[in-house]
Nanobody, 125 residues
Framework: QVQLVESGGGLVQAGGSLRLSCAAS????????MGWFRQAPGKEREFVAA????????DYADSVKGRFIISKDNAKNTAYLQMNMLKPEDTAVYYC??????????????????WGQGTQVTVSS
């Protein structure tokens, strides 16, 4: 079992930045690929970013490419999502997820084994 807890969400103006954290406990964090997803009201949960279990590769949704950066610190059992140049359309609940020995190519909700409870990000115009 892996427990994931997100933090770092909040209210920010358009153009601003936030860094989300995802603290993991349980089994060996370094063996897990990490993903970030988001869900806006009335919409399905969508892929944002992923990092392979080794941390060697990353991938992003086109809507956030060049603005968001995903990383993981195995020593701290924590994954991060640095969000820059935020836009009102980035407003959503953000979730982190973990997959055993996954890659950065895992973009589907069903491909992940463990989920956090989510953290709200609101971007005002």
């Amino acid at each position: 079992q892996v427990q994931l807890v997100e933090s770092g969400g909040g209210l920010v103006q358009a153009g601003g930045s936030l860094r989300l954290s995802c603290a993991a406990s349980g089994r060996i964090f370094s063996a897990y690929a990490m993903g970030w997803f988001r869900q806006a009201p009335g919409k399905e949960r969508e892929f944002v970013a992923a990092i392979s279990w080794s941390g060697g590769t990353t991938d992003y949704a086109d809507s956030v490419k060049g603005r968001f950066i995903i990383s993981k610190d195995n020593a701290k059992n924590t994954a991060y999502l640095q969000m820059n140049m935020l836009k009102p359309e980035d407003t959503a609940v953000y979730y982190c997820a973990a997959r055993w020995h996954g890659s950065s190519w895992h973009h589907e909700v069903r491909e992940y084994d463990y989920w956090g409870q989510g953290t709200q990000v609101t971007v005002s115009s």
